[in-house]
């Protein structure tokens, strides 16, 4: 039986099982990519209130083939929640689903469903007097179930992990429409398979996640920021060792700005503040966050008096207020939207380990220099050795005028990766974008055990087809 | 085709594939158990020195449907490495591939081999003035393979997690025989479904690790460790509140003692000095470790300070020098031997919420008090809401006495897990020992998930059969 589009028939027939308004025609936005790269195919949207409903759905979507995605905020950048082709695909949106089902403070756990967005969880925790340390940019918009279903990634994975080192437990519907109820909230469960982390990261194609069991953290008493001049990535590289000498897992933040990036800002946003007058080349963005007894701008002087004497660091300011973190960070934040007016060619999210960023970053800079003197803004969370690696026409030239290009570039830099034993995809995940990608980098045996694995969870092949795995 | 033993007939043929002394008759110690409980059935090993020896065996068991049951230190306490029914499993034991493959001090990465011993891995981190936290009482025989394949416990992962979150990568050989080589050494890595962690905790049954990329943490400058008396598991639970507002993350270990564990220490390990004249009911050990900068001693100062006049601590010993701090370590870990000697009828290792574990060491007098007046060891992780719940008859009668009532006492304990949503093996596994158990407990959805991998993976069933899922 091959699969079939959620046409009017079976939205017809799914309706009589749902409370009223729950099934509609989908708006554009559920179509729409957040850089404009494409649009979706015309669909229906599911908007489910409980976890029984989500049940509902795909059970019905199981027993007539019919495929469905699993939508979150929209925020992804790899085209997971976008199908442009192939029977079109029930929209799942959790947007309704959005309580914190419960805080325990003294057990460091919060509980949301699925559609809760990222910044009510963070206040959720600090009301509690926690941290729930995800942080990122579309951070406003972002919902659990998406940045679970793709191991979101961000500022502060350095300190305290990726998405699902966040995470503790999980509900799930699986593709027949059965309830997993793995809500959890426990340090230590050694009770058989770790379905948890198989469900995180996949995208959507082997179940709907539609709650959570969070970690939360202590927050740091004292938090202090500073912005550093280096010379290079070796410089920076070189600087955080230092860095975790001096604060140890205090550093909470280290990432990576090109001048490139600043001179992108100063010229699409003028209304951000630039700390340096001039550009500089390569500057780093620090933050340590530390307990009431500890002194982390102390802290943060002492680095950079020990930088300037390793010839690391030429320049500095450290934050004197809330006000000046802010600004610091928002030269950081609004970089991807600097690069989206500029208007990249090629835009990768990649890792490597982290003592091989600086050659990532000087062989990239070569190979992209056989393709004309393109700009490169080359920026991250270099703490990770995660950098997004963004290619930009020449002076005086616009991305048009290298779309035929644009696939050899990204395939340059994806060998490049590979050769250093690196990621293609860092934080973002595969999506639609990347899987010719993860076809020819993937490691062959992964890749068979992963198709072995979505095959037996997902026979229909009904879970968001098209994306991690060709369908 | 139904499963074969590896019977001489096939380990002839295999032996013409293999280097010399590869393969010979298993000795004693491969079919003994650590407590002594069971008894392996007479059958092969396999000793290979290579990854591609691994692999060769296992596609050889592979093609010809022989069970093959991968062997690190033999120390698991759930029956995972001893098989007594069914074709005899060829054991496969890593312990030639012990190479420190590579140590990456400023990645914070060792990549060592999966018959690596503990203590040899946290020599490897020490010597490059890095820290590999995962401790044991077994460290001294335990293998990075089998700590890894049953997502081993032990005293940090309070502050640095347990076996899975020390893990960045495998190299594995699947069912089927193939090598994954998954051993990046990426703190990001979104390229698919996340095959580490489903093998992590798999307990052999989905392939063999053959070596992994290890996470190395800075070693914290400063550590002090005290000895506090409290008046019950409530007190305790609260003093570990107050700990992490004292000293945030630096909490490194936060152990419960039993003064029924103080007492058989006292009659049966005589030379283990007692650090309290009576034994108390109940004492914590704790752990901090700090950067330069800190005062631990003084933070455990202003804890006991703290305690006492919020009444939960009547007495209390810091360490004074390393040696006292050894002492300190040796109570707790003694503590399974003093009661292996005693005799338990039944050894729980369960978790519940932590806010939980008071009710849970109430409730559980209380359900063992229907089985007469009988002794419990009730001491463990206490910051992981980890306990290690010992059932022994009451004074004056034996283990023996209480054979036919172990069953029911076992399943009282659990079914009071359940109840408050707990796991039934926190940090052990389920092995062989608990395979029944987890039909009972575990979530129904996951199971049948777990047996669609199972089959997708491993479709002749010849991984580790009967460990974790029935065979």
Redesign the interface.
């Known amino acids: 039986m091959t699969p079939k589009p959620a046409d009017a028939d079976f939205i017809a027939r799914l309706t009589k099982d749902l409370p009223a308004g729950t099934l509609r025609p989908a708006d554009p936005r559920y179509l729409e990519e957040p850089r404009g790269k494409w649009t979706g195919q015309p669909t229906y949207v599911a908007l489910p209130r409980s976890t029984a409903e989500v049940s509902t759905i795909v059970a019905a979507c199981h027993a007539a083939h019919v495929p469905v995605m699993p939508y979150a905020g929209g925020t992804g950048l790899v085209g997971g929640q976008i199908s442009q082709s192939g029977p079109a695909p029930l929209i799942l949106s959790l947007e309704r689903m959005t309580a914190i089902r419960a805080v325990?403070p003294?057990?460091n756990?919060l509980v949301a469903e699925a559609g809760a967005i990222l910044t009510d969880v963070q206040a959720a925790a600090d009301e509690a007097n926690r941290l729930f340390p995800l942080s990122l940019a579309s951070e406003g918009s972002a919902r659990i179930g998406g940045l679970l279903g793709?191991?979101a990634?961000g500022v502060n994975?350095?300190r305290y992990g990726?998405a699902?080192?966040l995470c503790l437990g999980l509900e799930a519907v699986?593709p027949d429409g059965?309830?997993?109820?793995?809500l959890?909230?426990?340090?230590?469960?050694?009770?058989?398979?770790?379905?948890r982390?198989?469900l995180?990261?996949?995208e959507g194609t082997?179940g709907v996640i539609t709650a959570a069991t969070l970690k939360l953290?202590?927050r740091?008493a004292r938090t202090a920021t500073a912005l550093m001049v280096v010379e290079g990535p070796q410089s920076a590289?070189d600087l955080l060792?230092h860095a975790?000498?001096i604060?140890?897992?205090?550093v909470s933040a280290f990432e990576l700005i090109d001048g490139t990036g600043l001179r992108f800002l100063a010229a699409t946003l003028p209304d951000i503040r630039l700390p340096f007058a001039d550009a500089p080349n390569w500057v780093v963005l620090i933050e340590l966050g530390v307990?009431a007894?500890?002194d982390p701008n102390a802290m943060l002087e002492t680095l950079f008096e020990t930088g300037m004497e390793a010839g690391l660091v030429s320049d500095g300011l450290i934050a004197q207020s809330q006000a000046q973190r802010d600004e610091f960070w928002s030269v950081r934040e609004h970089i991807p939207e600097a690069n989206k007016r500029v208007g990249a060619i090629s835009s990768q999210d990649i890792?490597?380990?982290?003592?091989l960023v600086p050659a990532f970053i000087e062989e990239g800079f070569k190979r992209m220099a056989e393709f004309g003197p393109m700009r490169i803004n080359s920026f991250g969370?270099l703490?990770?050795?995660?950098l997004h690696f963004n290619i930009f026409a020449p002076e005086g030239q616009t991305k048009e005028d290298y779309t035929d290009q644009s696939e050899a570039i990204r395939l340059a830099l994806h060998d490049l990766v590979h050769e250093m034993?690196?990621?293609?995809?860092?934080?973002?995940?595969?999506g639609r974008l990347?899987v010719k990608d993860?076809e020819i980098?993937?490691?062959p045996?992964?890749?068979?055990?992963?198709r072995?694995?979505?095959?037996?969870?997902d026979p229909h092949g009904i879970m968001n087809p098209g994306a991690?795995?060709r369908a």
Chains 1, 2 share one sequence.
Do not use: C, F
């Open positions: 325990y003294a057990e756990v793709t191991n990634g994975v350095l990726n699902r080192d699986l059965q309830i997993w109820n793995g959890k909230r426990l340090r230590k469960d050694n009770t058989g398979y770790d379905l982390n198989l995180i990261g996949s082997l953290s202590p740091p590289v060792s975790r000498d604060a140890g897992e205090a307990s007894q500890l890792s490597v380990p982290i003592s969370h703490g990770d050795g995660n034993d690196g990621s293609i995809s860092a934080e973002h995940g595969i990347k993860l980098y993937g490691d045996v992964k890749l068979a055990a992963m072995q694995i979505k095959q037996a969870l991690v795995l």
